[in-house]
């Protein structure tokens, strides 16, 4: 496990794995449920008919942005909070790429890998982190990603 708090800890981690989560279910009942949260009723996403009849994909898929929205879920399975650490703060993104369809009835799961750690002049660590998430049976991922994390003991005017 990694200690974020340890600046030994994250250059000794740089370029391995931190983990996998636990794999979600993506069913309509959820597909809906983003749709009706985000105000995204494309049918693409929310009728079934219609997307079997037009859609490439032959059925409806999940949402690209509900995709991404689980990944703080998974993140929080790969890398749960120490009751020590400092604090992390989700900073963005310097990339994200939807890579391939999440087909209702998929399962996914995510998987992270440290690939950058850098100390800005106020002493804040700035982690970059490679997320992707697997569709269980596909060879490609859904999407993939770099996800940055801020990690400050004092963060008061950021």
Same mark, same amino acid.
């Given at each position: 496990m990694v200690n974020f708090s340890?600046? /030994?800890?994250?250059? +000794?981690?740089?370029? !391995?794995? *931190?983990? !996998?989560?636990?794999w979600f279910d993506i069913d309509q009942m $959820? &597909?809906?449920? =983003?749709?009706? @949260? #985000?105000?995204?009723?494309? +049918?693409m996403h929310m009728d079934q008919d219609w997307a079997s009849a037009h859609s490439p994909f032959g059925q409806t898929i999940a949402h690209g942005f509900h995709t991404l929205s689980?990944?703080? +879920?998974? &993140?929080?399975?790969? *890398?749960? $909070? %120490?009751?020590?650490? #400092?604090? !992390? *703060?989700?900073?963005? =993104?310097?990339?994200i790429r939807f890579i391939s369809p999440v087909k209702e009835g998929s399962r996914v799961r995510g /998987? +992270?890998?440290?690939?950058? @750690?850098? @100390?800005?002049?106020?002493? %804040?660590?700035? &982690?970059?982190i490679e997320v992707s998430v697997e569709i269980e049976g596909e060879e490609k991922p859904a999407l993939v990603a770099t996800w940055l994390f801020m990690f400050a003991s004092n963060i008061e005017g950021q």
């Open positions: 340890s600046m /030994e800890s994250l250059e +000794a981690s740089i370029g !391995k794995p *931190l983990g !996998k989560s636990r $959820r &597909i809906n449920a =983003f749709g009706q @949260v #985000t105000e995204d009723l494309d +049918a689980l990944l703080s +879920a998974m &993140i929080n399975d790969i *890398l749960p $909070r %120490a009751s020590d650490e #400092t604090y !992390k *703060l989700n900073y963005g =993104f310097d990339r /998987e +992270a890998k440290l690939i950058d @750690v850098r @100390v800005r002049p106020d002493g %804040a660590k700035i &982690i970059s």
